[in-house]
């Protein structure tokens, strides 16, 4: 699986532009604040349908204009896909694969599979729990179609109640509808704590040789889900604390409170570890969604590595470097010299300012 070439039109800072990659090492090098990162959101906005920032349509239109067009152009299994898509200030963004469009976001998922790392996932391990949620989240909503739409009828839920929670202070006859969200938060929350609880259990058993290769056997890694209410006990805990959530005006059970624990040579690192320790740990987190997503869809994904070169000693850049080289590789950074100094193949080179790309 590779991407062939993207096209985008009043996209972020840029007005047109039509890249062609290489199936293998491409380099896009420029100063900061050139427009890099802004084509990776693209490639990533177009296999998943959201930004790997989190930020709206709107915000990613080119500023005093109103719609956005990205095509993206897939090879897999020796198949081509075009995935067309349109984001509009004031509506919902319109989607299309081969020609065809599609009414909801789970039918593109699949297409093209992506892992992207940037610095800010170097700090997963010492952030707070929901950049660790966001990770399983990015992730899971690649590898499981239903995922994707069980997170978001669940987020949807967690806000309505929210929102009931505020009106039933004011008029408590609203309070007998509180039971039918209760069943459709506990329905979609089900699924996404089963399948949470699933999918780390599968990456521990990839991570855990990744972690001693990096770290030269001296150190053993182990991810455990923390789920904030176990399944069968998740109905029990809502009903007791509904008089918490109404005073609190918030739901305060669920999956929207996860969590997971990294524990390194039995010490739970995200308290206790230092900063090297969890930087090599969220390397190796990383690099286990390669190998996860290589084993359940029988496939190389396309890694979009976001300036994180400058972040690693030399050591595990070395490391990171030579654990991608069977695999399509888009890299942004601000110069090439750690590249060539490791003797890493380049395939082809971007140069990026202001918004044009040679």
Known sequence: MYIEAIQLKNFRNYDFLELEFD?????????????KTNILEAVYLSGTSRSHRGNKDREMIRFQEEEAHIRLLVNKDRLSYRIDMHLKKNKAKGVAINGIP??????????????????EDLNIIKSGPSERRRFMDMELCQLD?????????????????????????????????????????????RQIIEKRGSFLRELNEIVEEIHRNLTGGTENIQVLYEPDVDVSLFEERLFMNRD????????????????FCVLVNGID????????QQRTAALSLKLSEIYLVKK????????LLDDVL???????????????????????CTGLDDLISHQFEINKVFHVMKGTVS
């Open 269 to 276: 690192i995200r308290r206790y570890g230092s900063q090297g």
């Open 296 to 303: 359940r869809i029988h496939d190389t994904p396309v890694l």
């Open 102 to 119: 599609i009414r909801k976001a789970r039918e593109l998922l699949g297409v093209v599979n992506l892992v992207f790392f940037s610095p």
């Open 244 to 259: 918490r959530d109404l005073k609190l005006k918030m739901s305060s059970t669920g999956p929207h409170r996860d969590d």
């Open 310 to 332: 400058s972040e690693l000693d030399r050591g595990r850049q070395n490391y990171l470097l030579d654990s991608i080289h069977d695999i399509q590789t888009i890299i942004t």
């Open 23 to 35: 199936p293998a090492t491409n380099i896009l090098y420029g100063d900061n604040a050139q427009g």
């Open 145 to 189: 179609t239903l995922y994707l739409t069980d997170l978001a009828e669940y987020n949807k839920i967690v806000n309505q109640r929210n929102k009931l929670l505020k009106d039933i202070s004011f008029n408590e006859k609203l309070l007998g509808t509180l039971d039918v969200w209760d069943m459709q938060l506990l329905k979609y929350g």
